[in-house]
């Protein structure tokens, strides 16, 4: 059976460094059907049963840019088997934010922490094990320029597909958001597929208009949600996509003050 492997990660993250290191020259080019973002897709160096699918790079899952409905909709309706998540990382807090939404989607995540080799050169640590214990998911520091830990990545990803476990969701969100977040899950009901319930709870929390159309919520349903949504808006005063992107940076701040340190300075700086 066919092993599908996505990549994902912000731009310049090295994205294509590691796919061309992975893929060597057993690559395939076209474009995503009706846009012109390109569509890279080849099989891993020795397995021709496991197939590395290359998405724009992209800072966010958000609707508003062409590259990031395109990766959205391929990880939401084609549901690889696997996402290898490139992190620079000698810019993790950025990178993360991706992280935070790759991992709600309920596929198994690998996070790959690239640039590993300038890493090093600057002196900065960064804790592989308190990473993958906070983001609760396998974290592997590559350098895909150098190829190092590229292999290992890879077979990371091939592991946790091949267990067909339900990726783990961290504890991004405080209780109240928590709470609304379950009382929607609750009104969408049979309607989405359970390992995809963060995802939709989370974009209908955020009013995410491209989820509308996907779901078409009954006049019944709209009317149970809205009020879930404004109570947290009244009492956060804030809007509900701002809350959410909020306690991304919030729980992304914690991560890196407890896993990263940079040289010269107990604590990383958080964003
Ligand atoms: P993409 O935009 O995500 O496809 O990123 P690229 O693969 O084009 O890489 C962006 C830049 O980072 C290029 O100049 C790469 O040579 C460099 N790069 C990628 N991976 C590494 C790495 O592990 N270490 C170092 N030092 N540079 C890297
Ligand atoms: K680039
Ligand atoms: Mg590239």
């Not at 059907?33 to 390109?38: A, M, Q, R």
Request: proline share 3%.
């Amino acid at each position: 059976m066919e092993i599908k492997i996505a990549l994902a990660g912000n731009p310049n993250s090295g994205k294509t460094t590691l796919f061309n290191n992975l893929t060597g020259s057993r690559q395939r080019v076209g474009n995503w059907p009706g846009v012109t973002v390109e569509k890279k897709e080849g099989s891993l160096k020795g397995r021709n049963d496991v197939t590395i699918q290359d998405l724009p790079g992209i800072y966010s899952l958000s609707p508003y840019s062409l590259e990031e409905v395109v990766s959205r909709n391929y990880l939401v309706n084609e549901k690889p088997d696997a996402i290898l998540n490139i992190v620079d990382g000698t810019n993790i807090e950025r990178n993360l934010y991706l992280t935070t939404q790759l991992l709600e989607l309920g596929i198994p995540v690998v996070v790959a922490v690239n640039m590993i080799d300038l890493v090093e050169r600057n002196g900065d640590k960064i804790d592989l094990d308190k990473l993958s214990k906070e983001l609760d998911c396998p974290v592997i520091a590559i350098s895909a320029l150098k190829g190092k830990g590229t292999k290992e990545a890879a077979q990371k990803a091939i592991e946790v597909a091949g267990s067909h476990q339900v990726a783990a969701i961290p504890s991004i969100y405080d209780k109240m958001v928590l709470s609304a977040l379950s009382n929607i899950e609750s009104v969408l009901g049979s309607q989405i597929d359970t390992s995809m319930a963060r995802w939709y709870s989370v974009k209908v929390f955020e009013r995410d208009e491209r989820i509308d159309e996907i779901l078409k919520l009954s006049a019944d349903q709209t009317s149970k949600i809205e009020p879930i949504i404004k109570k947290v808006e009244e009492v956060m005063d804030d809007d509900a996509e701002s809350i959410i992107t909020s306690q991304r940076y919030d729980f992304i701040g914690k991560i890196v003050s407890h896993a990263v340190k940079k040289k010269g300075s107990k604590h990383e700086l958080s964003i």
